[in-house]
């Protein structure tokens, strides 16, 4: 099994992350006692250590006191008082409408109500039919109520808390009155420009579907489609992931070279890229991740300094958790974070166990990297959502080959699209029939009896998957492998 080295840096970055996440069991108002506590144990231990213990005190009760201030002015409304009421108010927009089944939602940011300024975080309820563009400053008059509680396995009411969302406002009527400016209004820019230009002249669910994978956004999936990616164990594809990022810092890094653009120059290149994929696509747990460990990278390597992966994945998790501590609950946040420690873990080892079964060399990585998420990514499917796909590994070595083609194309459509339109259509087309493929998989592994398990057998199934994960963890402990 790998074997991780700890270093100082590892240390005092989980200090961080411990801290910042211990906020949400025990608010710290007075970090000067603490702090003190911690000093007085660490002076008893050798001196070699004592002195990194004291560093890992300080960042932690720190971390701990920021974590506790922002869930304080997470957890303020000025709006939640008004219950009940009607008012007018302006907000902007913030995200794409939600689809339900008798009305649609969007979050969006209030800046006035009846006439006096207010900065507050929403959710918008608006009945089906059209809605306000991401973006959109919009007029409204709406009643302030409270979100739902718990209810068929949902509870609202907390979702939205941790989010910073404590009022929902019922949409009686709304106008568009213009459209937000600054870094926001440069996001909405990236993010049209890259929906428009990523796949011209493709319509329905091909071009929905490659929508979905390089911006995050199921919306325009048909529920169906939705459920066969969820049964199969595939609808990671749908929130972007470190892998968007590798490849648009990859190319970017690419075309300097090819163009003879200095190292240095070429990272601060990928760097801009990855800041400006990360505005158009939102800041989603998996790709502030993938972003924060892959600008690490290039900072370190223009400073001489480089490090390892485990420390851009803590920088990863203390730039969320330091934001907002109560990510720590996100489902997005959990399994993006334990695939990847999975990935650095169990990847290569079993990638190694699987050098002597007869499979073409390409195929064994896939099956290896997928069978480590798959294992531990199993009970927190259970806690959070009660169903577990049983076929996840097969449907992923059928569909990972070709996602990378899907990225390629998507992303080179779009960089050609302004100067080469015929170009661009052209690979939006034979991008078409890669997603064509993609959902075929998704709905011919879905279809498969038995292909999601949820109550008992969920249960189960995780327990079977804690079972495997404990053998496998036992056996690279052992150094054995296949005889073949």
Not at 183 to 205: E, F, I, K, N, T
Request: proline letters at 6%.
């Amino acid at each position: 099994m790998t074997r991780v080295r700890v270093l100082p840096a590892h240390v005092i970055a989980l200090a961080c992350v411990v801290g910042l996440a211990s906020a949400n069991a025990v608010r710290l108002h007075d970090p000067v006692s603490v702090f003190l506590g911690s000093l007085a144990v660490s002076v008893v231990v050798p001196r070699g250590p004592a002195r990194l213990a004291v560093a890992a005190a300080v960042v932690l009760v720190a971390s701990w006191w920021w974590g506790s201030v922002r869930l304080g002015q997470l957890d303020r409304s000025v709006l939640a008082p008004s219950l009940g009421t009607a008012a007018r108010l302006e907000a902007v927009v913030t995200s794409e409408a939600r689809v339900g089944s008798f009305a649609q939602r969007q979050f969006a940011r209030v800046r006035r109500v009846d006439g006096r300024p207010v900065d507050e975080r929403v959710q918008l309820e608006l009945p089906l039919g059209r809605a306000p563009p991401q973006g959109a400053l919009i007029s409204l008059l709406a009643v302030i109520k409270a979100p739902r509680g718990p209810s068929h396995g949902f509870d609202e009411r907390t979702w939205l808390r941790r989010q910073g969302i404590h009022v929902v406002l019922h949409v009686d009527a709304w106008r568009l009155v213009g459209h937000r400016g600054g870094l926001g209004g440069a996001a909405d820019a990236l993010r049209d420009w890259l929906r428009r230009a990523s796949s011209p002249g493709v319509h329905g669910q091909r071009r929905a579907l490659v929508e979905g994978v390089l911006l995050g956004d199921d919306g325009g999936l048909s529920d169906n489609l939705k459920q066969a990616f969820r049964r199969s164990g595939l609808y990671h594809l749908l929130a972007v992931s470190g892998q968007n990022v590798v490849l648009i810092a990859g190319g970017v890094l690419g075309l300097c070279v090819a163009f003879g653009i200095t190292r240095a120059w070429a990272h601060l290149a990928a760097l801009a890229a990855i800041g400006a994929y990360v505005l158009a696509v939102g800041p989603q747990p998996s790709v502030i991740r993938a972003a924060v460990a892959g600008a690490a990278v290039s900072v370190a390597w223009l400073l001489g300094r480089l490090r390892d992966a485990w420390q851009g994945l803590l920088l990863a998790a203390i730039a969320l958790l330091a934001w907002n501590p109560y990510t720590l609950f996100d489902a997005g946040f959990q399994l993006s974070f334990a695939a990847v420690v999975a990935i650095f873990v169990l990847g290569r080892p079993l990638t190694r166990e699987l050098e002597g079964y007869p499979m073409p060399a390409l195929l064994r990585p896939i099956l290896a990297i997928s069978a480590a998420c798959s294992l531990v990514t199993a009970p927190l499917l259970w806690l959070q959502f009660g169903r577990v796909p049983i076929f996840g590994i097969a449907a992923n070595a059928l569909v990972e080959p070709v996602v990378p083609l899907l990225l390629g194309l998507g992303f080179g459509a779009a960089a050609v699209d302004p100067v080469a339109p015929p170009v661009a259509e052209l690979l939006a087309w034979l991008n078409g029939w890669v997603a064509a493929y993609i959902a075929a998989c998704a709905r011919v592994v879905a279809a498969l009896p038995g292909a999601q398990l949820s109550g008992r057998g969920a249960a189960l199934a995780t327990a079977g998957a804690l079972g495997v994960g404990a053998l496998v963890l036992r056996r690279l402990r052992g150094g054995r492998t296949p005889s073949g």
